[in-house]
């Protein structure tokens, strides 16, 4: 075979091309990051979506903003992604709520949460805690499942609304610990907190950023935490899990890109969360905020994950009869 004479010049230029870093490669990105919350401003995601951008978009040599679209428990937001352009601009940062229960309790959610997307990191978990007014006369999990289990269906619990993830987690807990509690629903977790804190109703499950301050300020008291073990954030606070075995009601927040992302671009934001979610500064916000940093994911690992809450919460979904149009 003859050789071929390559220039000189064309050689260091494809030298220097690949010593560059992909992002000078691909040119991206080559303007501001939108990362579309599905949620209002002020609750968890939001919180945690501007915290993990503004580190994201340091990684990334740009500057990342959260871009608020609530409606429909998330899916306004999750369909704008999915239909929305596939160059690495526009992410989803998301929770299990939205992307694990809707499709099974929406009849049509408007977005396929596998197919129309590919994850790109996990952030962490975010509990959720069972709360009563401090006038409730059980003081622990143990005397609030007793006097559960005595009251019949005369104990009722608020929730942000028909399939929300403070519903759906009442409806496990009767279901998995023999209970009859009565569900309320609201238009959003303002209002029911607001009842809850005025004794109007017995209960409710919050998250733990919402919820912190009235806890610490005595206004609320915190019977138990939904995830599988105690939150490092209240430690004195027990699991459910501890005396309903199986129990296991985690939150997790995380990032998405629209399926059809080029493979370059995909990549880079992959190792750009790695990256962001190893720096210290931004794990000590998260801590503060109540959130559990997730140990080191890979997104083929998240993918799992939500193969396997898409699977619970469907069962979930079902046993309870929730459903929304």
Same mark, same amino acid.
């Given at each position: 075979?003859?050789?071929?004479?390559?220039?000189?010049?064309?050689?260091?230029?494809?030298?220097?091309?690949?010593?560059?870093?992909?992002?000078?490669?691909? /040119?991206?990105?080559?303007?501001?990051?939108?990362?579309?919350?599905?949620?209002?401003? $002020?609750?968890?995601?939001?919180?945690?979506?501007?915290?993990?951008?503004?580190?994201?978009?340091?990684?990334?040599?740009?500057?990342?903003?959260?871009?608020?679209?609530? $409606?429909?428990?998330?899916?306004?937001?999750?369909?704008?992604?999915?239909?929305?352009?596939?160059?690495?601009?526009?992410?989803?940062?998301?929770?299990?709520?939205?992307?694990?229960?809707?499709?099974?309790?929406?009849?049509?959610? /408007?977005?396929?949460?596998?197919?129309?997307f590919v994850p790109l990191g996990?952030?962490?978990?975010?509990?959720?805690?069972?709360?009563?007014?401090?006038?409730?006369? @059980?003081?622990?999990?143990?005397?609030?499942?007793?006097?559960?289990?005595?009251?019949?269906?005369?104990? #009722?619990?608020?929730?942000?609304?028909?399939?929300?993830?403070?519903?759906?987690?009442?409806?496990?807990?009767?279901?998995?610990?023999?209970?009859?509690?009565?569900?309320?629903?609201?238009?959003?977790? @303002?209002?029911?907190?607001?009842?809850?804190?005025?004794? #109007?109703?017995?209960?409710?499950?919050?998250?733990?950023?919402? @919820?912190?301050?009235?806890?610490?300020?005595?206004?609320?008291?915190?019977?138990?935490?939904?995830?599988?073990?105690?939150s490092p954030t209240l430690p004195?606070?027990?699991?459910?899990?501890?005396?309903?075995? /199986?129990?296991?009601?985690?939150?997790?927040?995380?990032?998405?890109?629209?399926? /059809?992302?080029?493979?370059?671009?995909?990549?880079?934001?992959?190792?750009?969360?790695?990256?962001?979610?190893?720096?210290?500064?931004?794990?000590?916000k998260l801590e503060q905020q109540?959130?559990?940093?997730?140990?080191?994911?890979?997104?083929?690992?998240?993918?799992?994950?939500?193969?396997?809450?898409?699977?619970?919460?469907?069962?979930?979904?079902?046993?309870?009869?929730?459903?929304?149009?």
């Open positions: 075979m003859p050789s071929i004479s390559v220039p000189r010049r064309a050689l260091l230029a494809l030298a220097a091309a690949c010593a560059l870093p992909a992002a000078a490669q691909s /040119g991206y990105p080559s303007r501001p990051i939108v990362l579309v919350v599905p949620q209002a401003a $002020g609750g968890t995601n939001d919180i945690v979506g501007r915290l993990v951008g503004q580190k994201l978009g340091e990684v990334l040599g740009g500057s990342a903003v959260v871009e608020n679209r609530p $409606g429909a428990g998330g899916n306004i937001g999750t369909q704008y992604v999915a239909r929305g352009p596939k160059d690495g601009h526009t992410l989803l940062m998301t929770i299990s709520s939205s992307q694990a229960i809707n499709p099974s309790l929406y009849k049509n959610p /408007g977005f396929d949460p596998v197919k129309d996990l952030v962490g978990a975010v509990p959720n805690v069972l709360l009563v007014n401090p006038s409730f006369p @059980a003081q622990n999990l143990t005397e609030f499942l007793a006097l559960a289990r005595k009251s019949g269906d005369s104990l #009722q619990y608020a929730s942000a609304g028909n399939g929300t993830l403070n519903h759906l987690l009442g409806e496990m807990l009767n279901s998995m610990a023999g209970l009859k509690l009565q569900h309320v629903p609201y238009k959003g977790v @303002a209002p029911a907190l607001n009842d809850v804190l005025g004794g #109007q109703l017995h209960m409710l499950f919050a998250s733990l950023p919402s @919820a912190l301050s009235h806890i610490q300020a005595g206004k609320l008291r915190a019977i138990a935490v939904s995830g599988a073990k105690r004195n606070v027990p699991a459910i899990a501890e005396a309903v075995p /199986g129990y296991d009601g985690q939150l997790w927040i995380g990032l998405f890109a629209p399926s /059809g992302l080029p493979a370059l671009v995909q990549a880079q934001l992959e190792e750009a969360m790695r990256k962001t979610m190893a720096a210290k500064d931004l794990r000590d109540g959130v559990e940093i997730a140990a080191p994911t890979t997104p083929a690992q998240f993918a799992a994950l939500l193969q396997d809450d898409l699977a619970k919460w469907a069962r979930i979904v079902k046993s309870s009869g929730a459903s929304v149009d």
